[in-house]
């Protein structure tokens, strides 16, 4: 599939070769850099929410960990689709939110159809992808490293700053490709809950696929491709100068 999207990126109708794909995007480099912004800041949102939550859940019994682990997944066992739909009876101007805000006498205010609604839709679908690897790689820790740093006189602060967050850069930058990814090129996210207002590099390369415009889609999935394996490489470089002194 890939080796097929190149093609198309790099010729025309006929199949000749032609360079004029890329060039066209010229005009979709506020559409990169919106979905760029919209996938960091969702990414973010995530990390601050899934690390301390796969912490703590690191902190219980097995049996324990293991409802709390089922319960972050459970969302999963749903169709994204439907997932993303029910936020719309959510958030709408007659939804769940503004019905009970409307009894308190506030509002309605408008939630659905704007940036902060296709953002929460990414953090809530993709959330699970976080937690996962970073609770996977803090449960196989070494112990006896957070045992050293505590015998040698760190309090826990010390201990987590020096030891916990280091051991646990790994889960976190496979947490945050696992999220930025599919976030920078979702497209039904955007269309249900910005109702075609916000539009992102997804909802391009969806649109011109729809109008047949095979070659011009493709030539937008494969600048997409290299922004992501830009964006893998600096997250890959600086981590491991993170860890190892950059060797």
């Given at each position: 599939?890939?080796?097929?999207?190149?093609?198309?990126?790099?010729?025309?109708?006929?199949?000749?070769?032609?360079?004029?794909?890329?060039?066209?995007?010229?005009?979709?480099?506020?559409?990169?850099?919106?979905?760029?912004?919209?996938?960091?800041?969702?990414?973010?949102?995530?990390?601050?929410?899934?690390?301390?939550?796969?912490?703590?859940?690191?902190?219980?019994?097995?049996?324990?960990?293991?409802?709390?682990?089922?319960?972050?997944?459970?969302?999963?066992?749903?169709?994204?689709?439907?997932?993303?739909?029910?936020?719309?009876?959510?958030?709408?101007?007659?939804?769940?939110?503004?019905?009970?805000?409307?009894?308190?006498?506030?509002?309605?205010?408008?939630?659905?159809?704007?940036?902060?609604?296709?953002?929460?839709?990414?953090?809530?679908?993709?959330?699970?992808?976080?937690?996962?690897?970073?609770?996977?790689?803090?449960?196989?820790?070494?112990?006896?490293?957070?045992?050293?740093?505590?015998?040698l006189g760190g309090n826990k602060l010390d201990v987590f700053r020096n030891v916990t967050i280091p051991l646990s850069i790994p889960g976190v930058v496979s947490g945050f490709t696992m999220v930025f990814v599919?976030?920078?090129?979702?497209?039904?996210?955007?269309?249900?809950?910005?109702?075609?207002?916000?539009?992102?590099?997804?909802?391009?390369?969806?649109?011109?696929?729809?109008?047949?415009?095979?070659?011009?889609?493709?030539?937008?999935?494969?600048?997409?491709?290299?922004?992501?394996?830009?964006?893998?490489?600096?997250?890959?470089?600086?981590?491991?100068?993170?860890?190892?002194?950059?060797?």
């Amino acid at each position: 599939p890939l080796l097929f999207v190149i093609y198309y990126a790099f010729t025309d109708a006929s199949g000749a070769f032609t360079l004029s794909n890329i060039a066209a995007l010229k005009s979709y480099a506020g559409t990169f850099g919106l979905s760029v912004c919209f996938a960091l800041i969702a990414t973010v949102i995530c990390l601050i929410i899934a690390y301390p939550l796969a912490y703590f859940i690191t902190k219980q019994g097995a049996r324990s960990q293991s409802i709390l682990i089922m319960l972050a997944m459970l969302p999963m066992w749903m169709n994204f689709l439907i997932r993303t739909y029910s936020w719309i009876t959510i958030l709408a101007n007659t939804g769940i939110i503004n019905n009970l805000l409307s009894r308190l006498g506030i509002g309605p205010l408008r939630l659905i159809n704007t940036p902060g609604a296709v953002i929460l839709g990414m953090v809530y679908n993709f959330l699970p992808y976080m937690i996962l690897p970073i609770y996977t790689v803090m449960l196989k820790a070494d112990r006896s490293l957070i045992e050293a740093a505590q015998d040698l006189g760190g309090n826990k602060l010390d201990v987590f700053r020096n030891v916990t967050i280091p051991l646990s850069i790994p889960g976190v930058v496979s947490g945050f490709t696992m999220v930025f990814v599919p976030s920078v090129s979702t497209f039904y996210i955007s269309q249900k809950l910005g109702n075609g207002k916000i539009f992102l590099i997804g909802d391009a390369i969806e649109g011109q696929y729809i109008a047949n415009n095979l070659h011009f889609a493709a030539a937008i999935a494969f600048i997409l491709m290299i922004v992501l394996l830009i964006c893998m490489a600096l997250m890959k470089y600086f981590t491991t100068r993170r860890l190892y002194g950059g060797k």
